[in-house]
């Protein structure tokens, strides 16, 4: 059963500053790793994908993978109060994506 | 842009009453799912479904859960006999080929379920 956690949060941060936001994966297997966003009384959306260790960058996000730590993170630089949002990590599986609790993430202006 | 639609918006059932609930999926994908999120907890997997037949279920998806696809567009969710533990928001999902291993599931708005 693959399990993704992510205990951090809720996080709170001043306009401009950078967001952390981590994930932990139990599967050593796991080939792929997805971030997705989900606003407040909505539906997920995906933001950021990452296959392979290192970083890959989208703009302001920042995807960062450690296949030997089981960890995965999203930065968010320059944060908006429009990325006021949920993050949610997420592996895939057999036929489906299994996603983690979710961080909070509170952007004040 | 294409999106996924789901009816209703909003239902409030009684306890031990049926409830359908309605996808049209966009319309080139070939993989749809459900996925169910209770106030303040996490989006869970209910099934996933593919060429006509559940590819994968999880263990909240028992006897009392069914899905459908009766025509060409729609994707239904059934509960038989509703709990107030079913009470949720309901969000189906669909995707192209093996989207589950890209991460690319394109959510429809949801359905929230409210059992009294």
């Known amino acids: 059963q693959k399990e993704v956690e992510q205990n951090s949060g809720p996080l709170s941060v001043p306009e401009g500053a950078i967001a952390s936001l981590n994930c932990t994966y139990s599967d050593r297997v796991s080939q792929s790793f997805f971030w997705y966003r989900q606003y407040s009384g909505k539906s997920p959306e995906l933001i950021m994908s990452i296959y392979s260790n290192g970083d890959k960058e989208d703009g302001r996000f920042t995807a960062q993978l450690n296949k030997a730590s089981q960890y995965v993170s999203l930065l968010i630089r320059d944060s908006q109060p429009s990325d006021s949002a949920t993050y949610l990590c997420?592996?895939?599986?057999?036929?489906?994506?299994?996603f983690g609790k979710g961080t909070l993430l509170t952007v004040n202006p | 842009e294409p999106e996924v639609t789901q009816t209703p918006s909003h239902q409030v059932t009684q306890m031990g009453q049926e409830v359908i609930l309605r996808c049209v999926p966009i319309?080139?994908?070939?993989?749809f799912y459900w996925y169910r999120q209770i106030l303040g907890q996490k989006v869970e997997f209910l099934v996933s479904f593919y060429n006509n037949e559940i590819s994968e279920k999880s263990e909240i998806f028992d006897d009392q859960f069914s899905v459908e696809r009766p025509d060409g567009s729609n994707f239904t969710l059934k509960i038989r006999s509703t709990k107030l533990e079913d009470s949720a928001m309901y969000f189906c999902?669909?995707?192209?080929?093996?989207?589950?291993?890209?991460?690319?599931?394109?959510f429809g708005e949801g359905s929230r379920l409210t059992v009294l």
């Open positions: 319309s080139n994908h070939l993989y």
């Open positions: 997420a592996v895939p599986g057999n036929y489906k994506l299994t």
């Open positions: 999902a669909s995707s192209g080929l093996a989207g589950y291993n890209t991460g690319e599931l394109f």
